[in-house]
């Protein structure tokens, strides 16, 4: 049997930019939905889409901001969404629903990243929620306008080496460590590409996710100048030390290519990494490189699934 989960050799590679991996690209008639498309990635991601000619729906928390950011982009919209609410969930979609526009991609890339601990909807841990199960009800109830050729893209992280889904708690109610956190939402991004690719291929819904590599954006806001310090990411005088960080058109490179390369033309539930399918994390020679198995395994994939409509009591495929 053939393991997909190889670079494909694309050409592009870690600082290939996102209009670098457009070049040359027309995408005139193409519609892509870009949750957090006003800030950090997302900006770039939306930027590089509208200048290849696509049309693009920015979702975002603050509207009025995403207004700004975006106000010199053609062919962008904004709509309000807030991933953390179901109910603002609901009513997006009801809205991208009733103008039917199918949707050529669906980029999940807005997150939170290391926050405080903190709670919502009934009580769930805020990245799990925020990051997985907001962009899972998306997608679901978009699912009538991405049949037929769409590609979904889930922005993961290298974060998921951190941690896979722990099953006994996976809420944190019994402690919380901002870092397993997130490394567990990151972890659940990975593994719904991978389902959703099989559940929904026979529709023409093909769903690829990613790492973007390390790159300084509001997603760091809720770290201090000393973590970020401790971390190697700045010296003593908060200077960035890092040369390994991308910059945000860098950043967003990824999940543009995985939303339009033909290269991707029947592949899917894929983790790709500097804008090529990456290596298992276990042929890797060095840490944090390419996607762990638990991030992929089919029976984690499915069981996260069912934990995720249960939550969000969301209609499925």
Known sequence: MIDHQTPLGSGFGARSTASDVLAGRDLTGRFAVVTGGHSGLGLETTRALAAAGAEVLVAARDPVAARIATQDMPRTTVDALDLSDLG??????????????????????????????????????????????????????????????????????????????????????????????????????????????????????????????????PLQRHLTQDEMIAEGWLDAQGTPADPTFKTPAQGAATQVWAATSPLLDGLGGLYCEDCDVAVRAEAAAVPFVGVKAYAVDPDEAARLWALSVALTETAVI
């Open 88 to 217: 603002s969930v609901r009513r997006f979609a009801e809205g991208v629903l009733q103008a039917g526009r199918p949707i050529d991609g669906l980029i999940n890339n807005a997150g939170l990243m290391a926050c405080p601990e903190t709670r919502v909807g009934p009580g769930w841990e805020a990245q799990f929620a925020t990051n997985h199960l907001g962009p899972f009800a998306l997608t679901n109830r978009l699912l009538p306008l991405l049949a037929g050729g769409a590609r979904v893209i889930a922005v993961s992280s290298a974060g998921h080496h951190l941690l896979p889904i722990r099953w006994d708690d996976v809420m944190f109610a019994g402690g919380y460590d901002k870092w397993h956190a997130y490394g567990q939402s990151k972890t659940a991004n990975a593994l719904f590409a991978a389902h959703l690719d099989r559940l929904g291929q026979d529709r023409g819904i093909r769903a690829f996710s990613l790492h973007p590599g390390k790159i300084f954006t």
